[in-house]
């Protein structure tokens, strides 16, 4: 491995370190449903945006937040002399992307078939620890 190669792998590495991350895939809701909750709560403050999930009034909101619980609980196994009020977490990066689709058949009129597609999605959600301390 050449020296640059290195120091960017290196780079990299301790980038990682500061973040968590946690994926959730085939999640059986649209990714446009997903979505909408996903904008709500990208870069918000973890207890901010855990408050916004627990009483949003979406059926996605409650599969967020345990992506987002599943997120915290990944961070505080890599950092564990760090606590989450004092690391000030935020939600750096959330992606909804178009998972598998099943196509399913209804019967239309006069013998016609229309088709059905039951979309689902992978949520990745990235959170990292604000280090400058702003007031």
Known sequence: ???????????????????????LNNCPTSPRKMRL??????????EKALAILRF???????????????????WQ???EDADVEGADLFVKEIRVDGGAMLKRLRPAPQGRAHRI?????????????NNNTQS
Request: proline share 0%; net charge positive.
């Open 37 to 46: 909750v996903a904008d709500l709560v990208r870069g918000v403050k973890v």
């Open 77 to 79: 196994a890599k950092n």
């Open 1 to 23: 491995m050449g020296v640059r190669k290195r120091q960017m792998a290196e780079r990299i590495k301790a980038e990682r370190k500061e973040v968590a991350f946690a994926k």
């Open 56 to 74: 949003s009034q979406k059926e996605a909101s409650r599969k967020m937040e345990k992506l987002l619980l599943s997120a915290i609980a990944n």
């Open 117 to 129: 597609r039951k979309r689902s999605n992978h949520v990745t959600l990235v959170l990292e620890a």
